[in-house]
């Protein structure tokens, strides 16, 4: 999202063929070998289309860090959720810093913008939490995100792990 490049180790590269191929169609280059994936974005993903589907399909719980993504897309992207229809209740949040998406019942279009703004934010599920995160990372200026507890359930030390990347990221107090 922020056209950079990582690394993740110790991972199922086999168990996440339909996330890799979105990635390349979005022009990432994509590495893979069997325990490893290496992926470097291009400066701006390509829009893509998205459906999401049992295993092996699309997993629906990577679509919001991936419409975090797609606000940034050169072109207009669609996701259509077909597991969990309420799963969109992140997309309030992005508009909020600047995203352009439309719902049309379980189908979301998202018009790529150039930039996003940091603004304060509300996460309102576990991956929700995860893309409004990715997306504040990519934004120029502050972005706070807020009822973090939903982060917190499923991400361990999440802030630690995204200044390993080399976010500027850190945990306040109220």
């Not at 893309?131 to 934004?139: H, K, N, P, T, V």
């Not at 976010?167 to 107090?173: M, Y």
């Amino acid at each position: 999202m922020t056209g950079g490049e990582v690394s993740v180790l110790d991972c199922r590269p086999d168990h996440l063929g339909e996330p890799m191929a979105v990635l390349r169609s979005m022009g990432c280059r994509v590495e893979e070998t069997a325990d490893c994936v290496r992926v470097a974005a291009p400066g701006r993903p390509r829009a893509v289309e998205i459906v999401t589907r049992p295993f092996p399909g699309f997993p629906t719980d990577m679509q919001a860090q991936f419409m975090a993504v797609l606000t940034r897309a050169d072109g207009t992207s669609h996701i259509s959720e077909t597991i969990y229809p309420d799963r969109y209740t992140h997309t309030a949040e992005l508009r909020r810093l600047g995203a352009d998406i439309r719902l049309d019942g379980a189908t979301a279009t998202i018009f790529g913008v150039p930039g996003l703004s940091g603004a304060p934010v509300m996460a309102t599920d576990l991956r929700a939490s995860a893309a409004l995160i990715m997306a504040g990372l990519a934004a120029a200026g502050t972005t706070t995100v807020d009822r973090i507890y939903h982060i917190d359930r499923g991400y361990e030390r999440i802030e630690t792990k995204f200044a390993a990347l080399g976010g500027k990221i850190e945990r306040v107090s109220d």
